[in-house]
Protein backbone atom coordinates (compact mmCIF):
# COMPACT_ATOMS: atom_id res chain seq x y z
CA UNK A 1 0.00 0.00 0.00
CA UNK A 2 1.64 3.66 -1.24
CA UNK A 3 2.20 5.99 1.89
CA UNK A 4 2.05 9.97 1.98
CA UNK A 5 5.88 10.63 2.63
CA UNK A 6 4.52 14.04 5.16
CA UNK A 7 1.85 12.56 7.92
CA UNK A 8 1.15 13.64 11.40
CA UNK A 9 1.07 10.89 13.57
CA UNK A 10 -0.63 11.69 16.85
CA UNK A 11 0.15 9.35 19.38
CA UNK A 12 0.11 9.29 23.75
CA UNK A 13 1.21 12.12 24.65
CA UNK A 14 2.95 10.54 27.39
CA UNK A 15 5.24 8.83 24.93
CA UNK A 16 7.18 11.96 24.14
CA UNK A 17 6.73 11.22 20.28
CA UNK A 18 3.96 13.07 18.97
CA UNK A 19 4.71 15.92 16.47
CA UNK A 20 2.13 17.98 17.43
CA UNK A 21 0.31 18.87 21.20
CA UNK A 22 -3.40 17.26 21.52
CA UNK A 23 -4.50 20.57 21.63
CA UNK A 24 -3.19 21.43 18.52
CA UNK A 25 -4.57 18.49 16.60
CA UNK A 26 -7.66 18.95 18.58
CA UNK A 27 -7.52 22.81 17.50
CA UNK A 28 -7.10 21.74 13.79
CA UNK A 29 -9.64 18.88 13.86
CA UNK A 30 -12.62 21.47 14.94
CA UNK A 31 -13.94 21.38 12.03
CA UNK A 32 -14.51 17.89 12.00
CA UNK A 33 -16.90 15.72 13.48
CA UNK A 34 -15.09 13.65 16.52
CA UNK A 35 -15.76 9.81 17.33
CA UNK A 36 -14.67 8.42 20.77
CA UNK A 37 -14.92 4.88 20.92
CA UNK A 38 -13.38 1.76 22.72
CA UNK A 39 -11.66 -1.61 22.37
CA UNK A 40 -12.19 -3.98 24.72
CA UNK A 41 -12.47 -7.78 25.40
CA UNK A 42 -11.32 -10.80 26.96
CA UNK A 43 -7.07 -10.46 26.69
CA UNK A 44 -5.07 -11.34 23.87
CA UNK A 45 -7.82 -10.81 21.64
CA UNK A 46 -6.00 -8.43 19.68
CA UNK A 47 -6.97 -5.06 20.73
CA UNK A 48 -3.33 -3.04 20.84
CA UNK A 49 -2.07 -5.08 17.29
CA UNK A 50 -5.78 -3.89 15.79
CA UNK A 51 -5.39 -0.26 16.43
CA UNK A 52 -1.90 -0.60 15.88
CA UNK A 53 -2.36 -2.02 12.37
CA UNK A 54 -5.46 0.30 12.09
CA UNK A 55 -3.17 3.16 12.54
CA UNK A 56 -0.58 2.64 10.06
CA UNK A 57 -3.46 1.28 7.12
CA UNK A 58 -4.79 4.53 7.70
CA UNK A 59 -1.64 6.55 6.71
CA UNK A 60 -1.02 7.74 10.18
CA UNK A 61 2.22 6.73 10.73
CA UNK A 62 5.49 8.57 9.83
CA UNK A 63 8.20 7.31 8.01
CA UNK A 64 10.71 7.69 11.23
CA UNK A 65 8.41 6.15 13.73
CA UNK A 66 7.97 3.55 11.32
CA UNK A 67 11.54 2.64 11.14
CA UNK A 68 11.81 2.85 14.79
CA UNK A 69 8.90 0.17 15.34
CA UNK A 70 10.63 -2.18 12.97
CA UNK A 71 13.78 -2.38 15.10
CA UNK A 72 11.66 -2.74 17.69
CA UNK A 73 9.79 -5.79 16.30
CA UNK A 74 12.73 -7.56 15.68
CA UNK A 75 14.05 -7.01 19.42
CA UNK A 76 11.03 -8.63 20.25
CA UNK A 77 11.42 -11.61 17.96
CA UNK A 78 9.22 -11.06 15.09
CA UNK A 79 10.06 -12.49 12.07
CA UNK A 80 11.49 -11.40 8.50
CA UNK A 81 10.29 -8.04 7.89
CA UNK A 82 7.27 -8.36 9.80
CA UNK A 83 6.24 -5.45 12.32
CA UNK A 84 4.40 -6.04 15.96
CA UNK A 85 1.89 -3.51 15.37
CA UNK A 86 0.75 -4.01 19.22
CA UNK A 87 4.22 -1.89 19.58
CA UNK A 88 2.87 1.15 19.00
CA UNK A 89 0.20 0.99 21.02
CA UNK A 90 2.21 -0.31 23.81
CA UNK A 91 5.48 1.03 23.63
CA UNK A 92 8.45 -0.26 25.45
CA UNK A 93 6.47 -0.08 28.75
CA UNK A 94 7.82 -2.69 31.75
CA UNK A 95 3.72 -4.14 30.77
CA UNK A 96 4.31 -4.69 27.31
CA UNK A 97 7.38 -6.92 28.44
CA UNK A 98 5.23 -8.98 30.22
CA UNK A 99 2.75 -9.18 26.61
CA UNK A 100 0.02 -7.31 28.36
CA UNK A 101 -1.64 -3.83 28.56
CA UNK A 102 -2.58 -2.31 32.47
CA UNK A 103 -3.54 0.90 31.97
CA UNK A 104 -5.88 3.03 29.41
CA UNK A 105 -3.79 3.78 25.86
CA UNK A 106 -5.55 7.11 24.22
CA UNK A 107 -4.58 7.51 20.52
CA UNK A 108 -5.85 10.01 18.34
CA UNK A 109 -6.07 9.99 14.59
CA UNK A 110 -7.93 11.36 11.84
CA UNK A 111 -9.22 11.01 8.25
CA UNK A 112 -10.55 13.33 5.43
CA UNK A 113 -13.93 12.36 7.04
CA UNK A 114 -13.81 12.13 10.69
CA UNK A 115 -11.26 12.57 13.96
CA UNK A 116 -10.91 9.96 16.18
CA UNK A 117 -10.19 9.39 20.35
CA UNK A 118 -9.29 5.31 20.64
CA UNK A 119 -8.89 4.45 24.00
CA UNK A 120 -7.03 1.19 24.18
CA UNK A 121 -8.14 -0.77 27.18
CA UNK A 122 -6.71 -4.19 29.02
CA UNK A 123 -8.50 -7.35 29.30
CA UNK A 124 -7.10 -8.92 32.22
CA UNK A 125 -10.07 -9.03 34.44
CA UNK A 126 -8.02 -7.80 37.84
CA UNK A 127 -8.28 -4.39 35.32
CA UNK A 128 -11.56 -4.41 34.65
CA UNK A 129 -11.92 -0.55 36.29
CA UNK A 130 -9.60 0.23 33.35
CA UNK A 131 -11.89 -0.51 30.87
CA UNK A 132 -14.99 1.65 33.00
CA UNK A 133 -12.90 4.50 32.57
CA UNK A 134 -12.47 4.25 28.96
CA UNK A 135 -16.13 3.84 28.63
CA UNK A 136 -16.89 6.25 30.19
CA UNK A 137 -16.63 8.98 27.86
CA UNK A 138 -16.81 6.38 24.66
CA UNK A 139 -19.92 6.37 21.93
CA UNK A 140 -18.61 3.25 20.75
CA UNK A 141 -17.41 0.06 21.87
CA UNK A 142 -14.76 -2.06 19.40
CA UNK A 143 -15.42 -5.48 21.52
CA UNK A 144 -13.29 -7.80 20.38
CA UNK A 145 -13.43 -12.03 20.18
CA UNK A 146 -10.41 -14.27 19.03
CA UNK A 147 -12.44 -16.44 16.71
CA UNK A 148 -10.82 -19.49 18.09
CA UNK A 149 -12.17 -19.03 21.75
CA UNK A 150 -15.57 -17.46 21.15
CA UNK A 151 -17.27 -15.41 23.48
CA UNK A 152 -15.86 -15.62 27.40
CA UNK A 153 -16.87 -14.54 30.46
CA UNK A 154 -14.77 -11.35 29.91
CA UNK A 155 -16.53 -11.33 26.86
CA UNK A 156 -19.46 -10.92 28.59
CA UNK A 157 -18.80 -8.85 31.19
CA UNK A 158 -17.43 -5.87 29.14
CA UNK A 159 -20.67 -6.14 27.08
CA UNK A 160 -22.34 -5.34 30.38
CA UNK A 161 -20.04 -3.02 31.20
CA UNK A 162 -20.74 -0.86 28.09
CA UNK A 163 -24.45 -1.39 27.91
CA UNK A 164 -24.28 0.02 31.69
CA UNK A 165 -22.00 3.28 30.62
CA UNK A 166 -24.36 4.10 28.14
CA UNK A 167 -22.77 2.76 25.23
CA UNK A 168 -25.19 1.92 22.79
CA UNK A 169 -23.51 0.89 19.29
CA UNK A 170 -21.13 -1.76 19.24
CA UNK A 171 -19.16 -3.52 16.76
CA UNK A 172 -18.53 -7.01 17.68
CA UNK A 173 -14.70 -7.38 16.26
CA UNK A 174 -14.49 -11.10 15.81
CA UNK A 175 -10.82 -11.05 15.23
CA UNK A 176 -7.92 -14.22 14.58
CA UNK A 177 -10.12 -15.41 11.48
CA UNK A 178 -6.80 -16.60 9.98
CA UNK A 179 -6.27 -19.10 12.84
CA UNK A 180 -9.45 -20.33 11.91
CA UNK A 181 -8.99 -20.97 8.17
CA UNK A 182 -10.86 -18.11 7.53
CA UNK A 183 -14.21 -20.09 8.37
CA UNK A 184 -17.77 -18.31 7.47
CA UNK A 185 -19.35 -20.89 9.76
CA UNK A 186 -17.10 -19.66 12.98
CA UNK A 187 -18.19 -16.26 12.46
CA UNK A 188 -21.64 -16.44 12.21
CA UNK A 189 -22.08 -18.98 15.41
CA UNK A 190 -19.82 -16.50 17.40
CA UNK A 191 -22.37 -13.70 16.14
CA UNK A 192 -24.99 -15.57 16.74
CA UNK A 193 -24.09 -16.31 20.31
CA UNK A 194 -23.52 -12.55 21.13
CA UNK A 195 -26.55 -11.51 19.69
CA UNK A 196 -28.28 -13.71 21.95
CA UNK A 197 -26.43 -12.41 24.74
CA UNK A 198 -26.95 -8.60 24.37
CA UNK A 199 -30.70 -9.12 23.74
CA UNK A 200 -31.70 -7.63 27.04
CA UNK A 201 -28.26 -5.02 27.40
CA UNK A 202 -30.52 -1.83 25.15
CA UNK A 203 -27.61 -1.79 22.45
CA UNK A 204 -29.56 0.52 19.36
CA UNK A 205 -26.97 -1.53 16.69
CA UNK A 206 -24.79 -4.73 16.78
CA UNK A 207 -21.88 -5.01 13.77
CA UNK A 208 -20.02 -8.01 13.50
CA UNK A 209 -16.94 -7.67 11.13
CA UNK A 210 -14.39 -10.35 10.54
CA UNK A 211 -11.39 -9.51 11.02
CA UNK A 212 -7.57 -11.00 10.79
CA UNK A 213 -5.56 -7.45 12.79
CA UNK A 214 -2.34 -8.57 12.16
CA UNK A 215 -2.74 -9.00 8.34
CA UNK A 216 -5.04 -6.08 7.98
CA UNK A 217 -8.05 -8.35 6.67
CA UNK A 218 -11.28 -6.06 6.24
CA UNK A 219 -9.78 -2.95 8.43
CA UNK A 220 -9.47 -0.44 5.45
CA UNK A 221 -10.17 -2.48 2.51
CA UNK A 222 -12.25 -5.77 1.99
CA UNK A 223 -9.96 -9.09 2.47
CA UNK A 224 -9.77 -11.38 -0.89
CA UNK A 225 -9.26 -14.01 1.68
CA UNK A 226 -13.53 -13.40 3.30
CA UNK A 227 -15.29 -13.15 -0.02
CA UNK A 228 -18.25 -14.27 2.26
CA UNK A 229 -18.24 -10.62 4.26
CA UNK A 230 -20.80 -8.33 2.57
CA UNK A 231 -20.74 -6.20 5.86
CA UNK A 232 -18.40 -2.88 5.92
CA UNK A 233 -15.13 -2.51 6.99
CA UNK A 234 -13.73 -1.44 10.17
CA UNK A 235 -12.78 1.85 9.30
CA UNK A 236 -15.85 2.37 7.11
CA UNK A 237 -18.28 1.73 9.84
CA UNK A 238 -16.01 4.48 11.95
CA UNK A 239 -16.11 7.33 9.83
CA UNK A 240 -20.51 6.88 9.11
CA UNK A 241 -21.68 5.36 12.11
CA UNK A 242 -24.56 7.87 13.34
CA UNK A 243 -22.92 10.01 16.36
CA UNK A 244 -25.11 11.14 18.86
CA UNK A 245 -27.45 14.02 18.67
CA UNK A 246 -25.53 16.06 20.90
CA UNK A 247 -21.93 16.42 21.43
CA UNK A 248 -19.80 14.66 24.22
CA UNK A 249 -19.08 16.95 27.06
CA UNK A 250 -23.75 17.88 26.56
CA UNK A 251 -24.70 14.28 26.71
CA UNK A 252 -22.64 14.18 30.22
CA UNK A 253 -25.38 16.63 31.40
CA UNK A 254 -28.69 15.01 29.26
CA UNK A 255 -31.76 16.58 29.90
CA UNK A 256 -30.72 18.00 33.17
CA UNK A 257 -30.11 21.87 32.36
CA UNK A 258 -27.26 23.70 33.65
CA UNK A 259 -24.94 21.58 35.59
CA UNK A 260 -22.05 23.61 37.05
CA UNK A 261 -20.18 21.88 39.76
CA UNK A 262 -17.79 23.94 41.98
CA UNK A 263 -14.36 22.55 42.34
CA UNK A 264 -12.57 25.47 44.20
CA UNK A 265 -13.07 29.36 45.47
CA UNK A 266 -10.69 31.83 44.68
CA UNK A 267 -10.58 35.47 45.53
CA UNK A 268 -9.24 37.72 42.77
CA UNK A 269 -7.38 40.90 43.94
CA UNK A 270 -10.36 43.30 43.50
CA UNK A 271 -12.08 41.07 45.98
CA UNK A 272 -14.63 39.60 44.04
CA UNK A 273 -14.97 35.81 44.64
CA UNK A 274 -14.24 33.32 41.51
CA UNK A 275 -16.19 29.96 41.41
CA UNK A 276 -13.76 27.38 39.68
CA UNK A 277 -15.01 23.97 37.78
CA UNK A 278 -15.57 22.88 34.57
CA UNK A 279 -19.27 23.38 32.95
CA UNK A 280 -20.92 19.82 32.76
CA UNK A 281 -24.37 20.72 31.13
CA UNK A 282 -26.13 23.17 29.22
CA UNK A 283 -25.12 26.62 28.94
CA UNK A 284 -24.48 29.75 30.41
CA UNK A 285 -24.65 33.61 29.39
CA UNK A 286 -23.88 36.82 31.40
CA UNK A 287 -26.58 37.95 33.29
CA UNK A 288 -28.13 34.21 33.71
CA UNK A 289 -29.96 33.98 37.06
CA UNK A 290 -28.21 31.10 39.11
CA UNK A 291 -29.47 28.92 42.01
CA UNK A 292 -26.78 27.44 44.77
CA UNK A 293 -28.99 23.70 44.73
CA UNK A 294 -28.25 23.20 47.95
CA UNK A 295 -28.99 26.74 50.05
CA UNK A 296 -31.50 27.67 47.53
CA UNK A 297 -29.67 31.16 47.04
CA UNK A 298 -29.93 32.76 43.40
CA UNK A 299 -27.39 35.27 42.17
CA UNK A 300 -26.70 36.40 38.58
CA UNK A 301 -23.85 35.71 36.52
CA UNK A 302 -21.80 38.63 36.00
CA UNK A 303 -18.67 37.38 34.40
CA UNK A 304 -17.27 34.17 33.02
CA UNK A 305 -13.19 34.69 33.02
CA UNK A 306 -10.68 32.22 31.63
CA UNK A 307 -6.90 32.24 31.45
CA UNK A 308 -7.39 33.98 27.49
CA UNK A 309 -9.97 36.39 29.08
CA UNK A 310 -13.70 36.82 29.83
CA UNK A 311 -16.31 35.52 27.57
CA UNK A 312 -20.03 36.45 27.15
CA UNK A 313 -21.17 32.85 26.63
CA UNK A 314 -19.71 28.74 26.92
CA UNK A 315 -20.77 26.14 26.46
CA UNK A 316 -20.45 22.19 27.94
CA UNK A 317 -16.96 21.08 28.60
CA UNK A 318 -15.55 24.12 29.16
CA UNK A 319 -13.09 24.86 32.48
CA UNK A 320 -14.46 28.44 33.86
CA UNK A 321 -13.99 30.51 36.56
CA UNK A 322 -17.39 32.36 37.12
CA UNK A 323 -18.15 35.39 38.99
CA UNK A 324 -21.50 36.57 40.67
CA UNK A 325 -23.10 39.80 41.18
CA UNK A 326 -23.09 39.38 44.86
CA UNK A 327 -21.68 37.06 47.84
CA UNK A 328 -24.01 34.68 48.41
CA UNK A 329 -22.81 31.36 50.13
CA UNK A 330 -21.03 29.22 47.86
CA UNK A 331 -17.94 26.63 48.49
CA UNK A 332 -16.16 23.75 46.95
CA UNK A 333 -19.10 20.73 46.37
CA UNK A 334 -21.68 23.25 46.05
CA UNK A 335 -23.62 22.60 42.41
CA UNK A 336 -25.44 25.26 40.79
CA UNK A 337 -28.28 24.88 38.13
CA UNK A 338 -30.02 27.31 36.43
CA UNK A 339 -32.93 29.44 38.53
CA UNK A 340 -35.85 28.06 36.91
CA UNK A 341 -34.13 24.46 36.73
CA UNK A 342 -33.39 23.38 39.67
CA UNK A 343 -31.42 19.75 40.47
CA UNK A 344 -32.67 17.57 43.16
CA UNK A 345 -31.08 16.05 45.93
CA UNK A 346 -31.15 12.83 48.30
CA UNK A 347 -29.12 10.90 50.71
CA UNK A 348 -30.53 7.73 49.75
CA UNK A 349 -30.94 5.91 46.33
CA UNK A 350 -30.69 2.44 44.59
CA UNK A 351 -27.43 2.56 42.01
CA UNK A 352 -25.18 -0.46 39.72
CA UNK A 353 -21.87 -0.73 41.75
CA UNK A 354 -18.98 -2.36 39.34
CA UNK A 355 -16.42 -3.60 42.41
CA UNK A 356 -13.08 -2.89 41.20
CA UNK A 357 -11.09 -3.90 44.27
CA UNK A 358 -9.54 -7.18 45.93
CA UNK A 359 -11.44 -6.52 49.82
CA UNK A 360 -14.44 -7.20 49.64
CA UNK A 361 -17.85 -4.41 49.41
CA UNK A 362 -19.66 -5.22 52.73
CA UNK A 363 -22.91 -3.71 53.94
CA UNK A 364 -22.87 -1.32 56.40
CA UNK A 365 -19.07 -0.67 55.70
CA UNK A 366 -18.57 3.63 55.48
CA UNK A 367 -17.06 4.47 52.90
CA UNK A 368 -16.50 7.93 50.72
CA UNK A 369 -18.68 8.53 47.22
CA UNK A 370 -17.64 11.24 45.03
CA UNK A 371 -20.38 12.54 42.89
CA UNK A 372 -19.47 15.65 40.58
CA UNK A 373 -17.53 17.54 43.06
CA UNK A 374 -19.32 16.49 45.80
CA UNK A 375 -18.06 14.48 48.48
CA UNK A 376 -19.86 12.43 51.04
CA UNK A 377 -19.38 9.33 53.56
CA UNK A 378 -21.76 6.35 52.02
CA UNK A 379 -22.29 2.74 52.97
CA UNK A 380 -24.45 0.18 51.33
CA UNK A 381 -27.26 -0.88 52.98
CA UNK A 382 -28.59 -3.78 50.90
CA UNK A 383 -27.14 -5.39 48.10
CA UNK A 384 -30.42 -6.29 46.08
CA UNK A 385 -28.43 -9.17 43.63
CA UNK A 386 -25.43 -9.21 41.56
CA UNK A 387 -25.45 -10.46 38.04
CA UNK A 388 -24.01 -13.21 36.87
CA UNK A 389 -22.38 -12.69 33.30
CA UNK A 390 -22.36 -15.72 32.65
CA UNK A 391 -26.33 -16.13 32.45
CA UNK A 392 -27.37 -13.00 33.39
CA UNK A 393 -29.50 -14.32 36.25
CA UNK A 394 -29.81 -12.01 39.14
CA UNK A 395 -28.09 -14.15 42.10
CA UNK A 396 -28.42 -13.47 45.98
CA UNK A 397 -25.14 -12.21 47.30
CA UNK A 398 -24.25 -10.71 50.84
CA UNK A 399 -20.39 -9.06 49.89
CA UNK A 400 -19.41 -7.81 46.78
CA UNK A 401 -15.72 -9.33 45.03
CA UNK A 402 -13.52 -8.27 42.42
CA UNK A 403 -15.38 -7.67 39.52
CA UNK A 404 -18.61 -7.84 40.67
CA UNK A 405 -21.64 -6.25 38.90
CA UNK A 406 -24.69 -5.58 41.56
CA UNK A 407 -27.74 -3.45 41.79
CA UNK A 408 -27.50 -1.87 45.62
CA UNK A 409 -28.63 0.45 47.88
CA UNK A 410 -26.41 2.86 49.58
CA UNK A 411 -27.04 5.73 52.15
CA UNK A 412 -25.01 8.88 52.46
CA UNK A 413 -24.24 11.18 55.50
CA UNK A 414 -25.81 14.16 53.69
CA UNK A 415 -28.03 15.25 51.05
CA UNK A 416 -25.86 14.95 47.50
CA UNK A 417 -27.02 16.42 44.00
CA UNK A 418 -28.00 13.89 41.37
CA UNK A 419 -29.53 12.16 38.43
CA UNK A 420 -30.32 9.14 37.09
CA UNK A 421 -27.25 7.93 35.22
CA UNK A 422 -29.59 7.51 32.15
CA UNK A 423 -30.62 11.27 31.94
CA UNK A 424 -27.26 12.51 33.12
CA UNK A 425 -23.74 10.69 33.11
CA UNK A 426 -22.45 14.25 35.22
CA UNK A 427 -24.89 13.58 38.43
CA UNK A 428 -25.73 9.76 38.12
CA UNK A 429 -22.70 8.42 37.66
CA UNK A 430 -19.68 8.23 40.90
CA UNK A 431 -16.93 6.44 42.54
CA UNK A 432 -16.28 4.56 45.55
CA UNK A 433 -13.38 5.07 47.60
CA UNK A 434 -12.15 3.22 50.59
CA UNK A 435 -11.44 5.85 53.87
CA UNK A 436 -8.32 4.74 54.58
CA UNK A 437 -6.07 3.66 51.61
CA UNK A 438 -7.87 6.08 49.08
CA UNK A 439 -8.68 3.72 47.14
CA UNK A 440 -10.83 3.58 44.25
CA UNK A 441 -12.88 0.40 44.98
CA UNK A 442 -16.20 0.98 42.87
CA UNK A 443 -17.77 2.70 40.05
CA UNK A 444 -21.11 3.25 40.05
CA UNK A 445 -24.39 4.59 38.02
CA UNK A 446 -27.50 5.88 40.19
CA UNK A 447 -30.74 4.06 38.61
CA UNK A 448 -33.40 5.49 40.94
CA UNK A 449 -33.65 7.59 44.20
CA UNK A 450 -34.99 6.03 46.99
CA UNK A 451 -38.60 7.48 47.80
CA UNK A 452 -37.94 6.64 51.83
CA UNK A 453 -34.95 9.36 51.60
CA UNK A 454 -37.79 11.93 50.96
CA UNK A 455 -40.73 10.81 53.09
CA UNK A 456 -38.19 10.36 56.87
CA UNK A 457 -38.21 13.79 57.93
CA UNK A 458 -36.02 14.39 61.54
CA UNK A 459 -38.06 15.41 64.08
CA UNK A 460 -37.71 18.16 66.22
CA UNK A 461 -38.12 17.27 69.92
CA UNK A 462 -38.23 19.65 73.25
CA UNK A 463 -35.80 18.39 75.50
CA UNK A 464 -32.23 17.97 74.49
CA UNK A 465 -29.63 16.10 74.97
CA UNK A 466 -27.75 18.94 77.28
CA UNK A 467 -30.87 19.13 79.13
CA UNK A 468 -30.51 15.20 79.71
CA UNK A 469 -26.97 16.07 80.67
CA UNK A 470 -27.92 18.51 82.89
CA UNK A 471 -30.40 16.17 84.92
CA UNK A 472 -27.58 13.69 85.24
CA UNK A 473 -25.02 15.96 85.95
CA UNK A 474 -22.64 14.83 83.84
CA UNK A 475 -21.84 14.45 79.93
CA UNK A 476 -22.93 11.29 77.90
CA UNK A 477 -20.33 9.42 76.40
CA UNK A 478 -19.04 6.20 74.96
CA UNK A 479 -16.09 4.16 75.98
CA UNK A 480 -15.61 1.80 72.92
CA UNK A 481 -13.39 -1.76 74.59
CA UNK A 482 -11.80 -3.87 71.64
CA UNK A 483 -9.47 -6.49 71.74
CA UNK A 484 -9.17 -10.19 71.14
CA UNK A 485 -11.84 -12.39 72.45
CA UNK A 486 -10.58 -13.12 76.34
CA UNK A 487 -8.38 -10.08 76.79
CA UNK A 488 -10.82 -9.14 78.94
CA UNK A 489 -12.75 -6.28 77.60
CA UNK A 490 -15.92 -7.42 79.38
CA UNK A 491 -14.08 -7.54 82.62
CA UNK A 492 -12.37 -4.27 82.83
CA UNK A 493 -16.06 -2.32 81.42
CA UNK A 494 -18.14 -3.75 84.68
CA UNK A 495 -14.79 -3.17 86.90
CA UNK A 496 -15.37 0.17 85.50
CA UNK A 497 -18.87 1.10 85.16
CA UNK A 498 -18.91 -0.25 89.04
CA UNK A 499 -16.76 2.92 90.33
CA UNK A 500 -18.62 5.56 87.59
CA UNK A 501 -21.89 4.23 89.35
CA UNK A 502 -20.36 4.74 93.19
CA UNK A 503 -19.59 8.28 91.97
CA UNK A 504 -23.44 8.40 90.89
CA UNK A 505 -22.58 8.69 87.16
CA UNK A 506 -25.40 7.36 84.95
CA UNK A 507 -23.77 3.95 82.93
CA UNK A 508 -24.91 1.59 80.82
CA UNK A 509 -23.18 -1.89 79.35
CA UNK A 510 -23.47 -3.18 75.44
CA UNK A 511 -21.91 -6.17 75.89
CA UNK A 512 -20.82 -8.08 72.34
CA UNK A 513 -22.74 -11.75 74.06
CA UNK A 514 -25.70 -10.28 75.26
CA UNK A 515 -26.37 -7.75 72.92
CA UNK A 516 -25.96 -11.27 69.75
CA UNK A 517 -28.52 -12.80 72.11
CA UNK A 518 -31.19 -10.32 71.19
CA UNK A 519 -30.54 -7.32 68.55
CA UNK A 520 -28.36 -9.09 66.74
CA UNK A 521 -29.44 -12.48 67.23
CA UNK A 522 -29.99 -12.74 63.31
CA UNK A 523 -26.20 -12.33 62.20
CA UNK A 524 -23.50 -14.53 62.13
CA UNK A 525 -19.63 -14.21 62.36
CA UNK A 526 -18.55 -13.10 58.69
CA UNK A 527 -16.80 -10.17 57.99
CA UNK A 528 -20.04 -8.63 56.55
CA UNK A 529 -21.86 -9.54 59.87
CA UNK A 530 -19.32 -8.26 61.97
CA UNK A 531 -19.79 -5.15 59.99
CA UNK A 532 -23.38 -5.09 60.43
CA UNK A 533 -22.95 -5.78 64.37
CA UNK A 534 -20.53 -3.27 64.91
CA UNK A 535 -22.64 -0.73 62.78
CA UNK A 536 -25.98 -1.36 64.52
CA UNK A 537 -24.48 -1.40 68.23
CA UNK A 538 -22.98 2.22 67.01
CA UNK A 539 -26.29 3.21 66.07
CA UNK A 540 -27.40 2.00 69.53
CA UNK A 541 -24.41 3.79 71.66
CA UNK A 542 -25.04 6.86 69.81
CA UNK A 543 -28.63 6.98 70.97
CA UNK A 544 -27.74 6.19 74.51
CA UNK A 545 -25.36 8.87 74.52
CA UNK A 546 -27.74 11.13 73.29
CA UNK A 547 -29.91 10.56 76.61
CA UNK A 548 -27.01 11.40 79.01
CA UNK A 549 -25.29 7.76 79.51
CA UNK A 550 -21.92 6.94 79.47
CA UNK A 551 -22.12 3.95 76.98
CA UNK A 552 -19.31 1.36 77.58
CA UNK A 553 -19.58 -0.91 74.63
CA UNK A 554 -17.31 -4.55 74.81
CA UNK A 555 -16.57 -5.88 71.71
CA UNK A 556 -14.16 -7.45 69.41
CA UNK A 557 -14.97 -4.92 67.12
CA UNK A 558 -11.79 -6.16 64.81
CA UNK A 559 -11.73 -3.87 62.28
CA UNK A 560 -10.51 -0.15 61.99
CA UNK A 561 -12.64 1.26 59.57
CA UNK A 562 -16.41 0.20 61.62
CA UNK A 563 -14.19 1.37 64.65
CA UNK A 564 -13.50 4.45 63.21
CA UNK A 565 -17.16 4.38 61.29
CA UNK A 566 -18.65 4.31 65.19
CA UNK A 567 -16.36 7.52 66.17
CA UNK A 568 -17.72 9.58 63.11
CA UNK A 569 -21.04 8.70 64.14
CA UNK A 570 -20.78 9.33 67.90
CA UNK A 571 -18.19 12.56 67.32
CA UNK A 572 -14.91 12.35 68.43
CA UNK A 573 -15.89 14.48 70.85
CA UNK A 574 -17.89 12.17 72.87
CA UNK A 575 -16.05 8.46 71.75
CA UNK A 576 -12.58 6.85 73.78
CA UNK A 577 -11.70 3.86 72.18
CA UNK A 578 -10.09 1.28 74.74
CA UNK A 579 -7.30 -1.33 73.32
CA UNK A 580 -7.64 -4.41 75.69
CA UNK A 581 -3.89 -5.21 74.37
CA UNK A 582 -3.94 -8.88 75.52
CA UNK A 583 -1.64 -11.37 73.60
CA UNK A 584 -3.08 -14.16 71.37
CA UNK A 585 -1.35 -16.77 73.36
CA UNK A 586 -2.90 -15.80 76.91
CA UNK A 587 -6.04 -15.49 75.42
CA UNK A 588 -6.47 -18.73 74.15
CA UNK A 589 -4.53 -20.17 77.27
CA UNK A 590 -7.62 -18.29 79.54
CA UNK A 591 -9.90 -19.54 76.85
CA UNK A 592 -13.13 -18.59 79.03
CA UNK A 593 -15.72 -19.97 76.57
CA UNK A 594 -13.65 -22.51 74.92
CA UNK A 595 -13.78 -20.82 71.50
CA UNK A 596 -9.87 -20.85 71.14
CA UNK A 597 -10.41 -24.65 71.55
CA UNK A 598 -12.90 -25.13 69.27
CA UNK A 599 -11.38 -22.60 66.56
CA UNK A 600 -8.28 -25.07 66.46
CA UNK A 601 -10.15 -28.01 65.92
CA UNK A 602 -12.22 -26.54 62.97
CA UNK A 603 -15.31 -26.29 64.47
CA UNK A 604 -15.45 -22.33 64.01
CA UNK A 605 -14.24 -21.15 60.80
CA UNK A 606 -14.27 -17.24 61.54
CA UNK A 607 -12.61 -16.96 64.72
CA UNK A 608 -10.76 -13.68 65.15
CA UNK A 609 -6.91 -13.72 66.04
CA UNK A 610 -7.07 -17.72 64.89
CA UNK A 611 -8.44 -17.74 60.77
CA UNK A 612 -10.34 -14.12 60.96
CA UNK A 613 -8.38 -10.96 61.20
CA UNK A 614 -7.78 -8.37 64.07
CA UNK A 615 -6.70 -5.22 63.52
CA UNK A 616 -5.55 -3.40 66.02
CA UNK A 617 -6.02 0.24 67.00
CA UNK A 618 -3.29 2.87 65.38
CA UNK A 619 -3.36 4.19 68.51
CA UNK A 620 -6.41 4.08 70.62
CA UNK A 621 -6.76 7.24 73.34
CA UNK A 622 -6.52 4.67 75.91
CA UNK A 623 -4.26 1.03 75.97
CA UNK A 624 -4.53 -1.21 79.28
CA UNK A 625 -2.84 -4.79 79.25
CA UNK A 626 -3.53 -7.23 82.35
CA UNK A 627 -0.39 -9.16 81.72
CA UNK A 628 1.28 -6.09 83.31
CA UNK A 629 -1.14 -5.12 85.62
CA UNK A 630 -4.31 -5.85 87.56
CA UNK A 631 -8.10 -4.96 86.92
CA UNK A 632 -8.10 -2.11 89.82
CA UNK A 633 -5.12 -0.39 88.02
CA UNK A 634 -6.76 -0.60 84.82
CA UNK A 635 -9.69 1.14 86.18
CA UNK A 636 -8.14 3.65 87.67
CA UNK A 637 -5.58 4.35 84.28
CA UNK A 638 -9.38 4.54 82.70
CA UNK A 639 -10.64 7.15 85.17
CA UNK A 640 -7.81 9.25 84.33
CA UNK A 641 -7.81 8.88 80.54
CA UNK A 642 -11.47 9.48 80.49
CA UNK A 643 -11.73 12.37 83.12
CA UNK A 644 -11.25 15.26 80.64
CA UNK A 645 -14.48 13.54 78.71
CA UNK A 646 -16.74 13.11 81.72
Known amino acids: MARREKNVAITDPRTQRADVSVNQWMARQADKELLRFITCGSVDDGKSTLIGRLLWEAHQVPDDQLAALKQDSK ?33 YFSTPKRSFIVADTPGHAQYTRNMVTGASTSDVALLLVDARLGLLSQTRRHAHLVSLMGIRHVVLAINKMDLVDFDSAVFHDIERSFRAVAQTLGFASITAIALSAVHGDNLTLHSARMPWYRGPTLLDYLETVALPQSTAADALGGTTGVVFPVQSVTRA ?75 QMTD ?129 LVIWFTGLSGSGKSTIANALEKALHAQGKRTYILDGDNVRQDLNRDL ?39 REMARRLIGGENFVEVFVDTPLALCEQRDPKGLYKKARSGQIPNMTGINSLYEPPLPAEAHVNLTVGNVEDSVATLLKECFGKL
Open 524 to 562: GFTDADRVENIRRVAEVAKLMMDAGLIVLTAFISPFRAE
Open 269 to 343: PDGARGLNGTLAAGTLAVGDALRVTASGQIAQLARICTMDGDLGDCNAGRAVTLVLDRDIDVSRGDVLSGADTPL
Open 75 to 107: RHGTRGDQIDFALLVDGLAAEREQGITIDVAYR
Open 348 to 476: QFEATLIWMHEDAGLIGRSYEIKLVSQWAAASITNIKHRINIDTLAHESCRQLALNDIAVCTLALSKPVVFDSFEASKALGGFIVVDRFTHATVAAGMVRHNLRRAQNVHRQALSITRSDREHLNGHAG
